[in-house]
């Protein structure tokens, strides 16, 4: 039986936040997530009942045409990527072996499809599996108050505790959040390990 996923939407845009930022990427949105933040910008992406169920086979033919119009690579995201298993759609995306996969995910699920790329933004409620935190090139943490540059302290010694290859390291103010905008500028002004994550496409108001 040929594999499918719930998808909420799959798009040619621009990367608009952390490492990648500013390259073509062809994004793919799947839908479910019990991770459950209330900052979510998201939210929509949360069930997964209510989104068409659309195979892999399609998804990677999808992905080539957007490759052919100069995506770099595939970001798959949600809701919750790794709360499906990505092997069947990562799979059928290799077919283009030229095409990078990238993921994005809080880390809670075991991971799936073998990545190219794993960008991991934890949540302090829901903490990422010991295995993520070990593979993940990208650490991208999202801040609203002071406890969240706490935990991004405690995640980001983990993560560097578990592997040689330390990954990058973001810090990404609160959509509309002016104290999380503050917080993460000062922070970043006297800790120059961290890096600064804008949502680019918001501020330009595109998808």
């Not at 845009?13 to 979510?40: D, M, N």
């Not at 052919?68 to 290799?94: M, Q, W, Y």
């Not at 993921?103 to 949540?123: A, M, R």
Request: charged share 25%; aromatic share 8%.
């Amino acid at each position: 039986m040929e594999a499918k996923l719930p998808i909420v939407e799959d798009f040619h845009s621009l990367q608009g936040e952390g490492a990648h930022t500013g390259r073509s990427a062809y994004f793919i949105r799947l839908a479910s997530c019990k991770v459950g933040c209330p900052w979510c910008d998201t939210k929509a992406s949360w069930s997964p009942d209510q989104y068409p169920q659309i195979s892999v086979l399609k998804l990677a033919e999808n992905a080539s045409k957007a490759h052919s119009n100069g995506a770099a690579f595939v970001v798959i995201t949600g809701g919750e990527p790794l709360h499906h298993n990505l092997d069947p759609l990562c799979k059928a995306i290799r077919v283009n072996e030229s095409l990078p996969i990238h993921i994005e995910t809080s880390g809670v699920d075991p991971l799936s499809g073998d990545p190219d790329w794993i960008t991991l933004s934890p949540k302090k409620h829901a903490p990422p599996t010991v295995e993520i935190l070990k593979v993940c090139q990208e650490l991208k943490i999202i801040i609203h108050d002071n406890d969240d540059l706490d935990f991004a302290e405690e995640i980001a010694k983990k993560a560097n505790a578990l592997t040689n290859k330390k990954p990058l390291m973001f810090l990404q103010p609160g959509w509309n959040n002016h104290k999380g905008q503050n917080l993460t500028f000062e922070y970043i002004k006297k800790n120059p390990e961290w890096r600064m994550s804008l949502q680019i496409h918001k501020w330009l108001k595109i998808s």
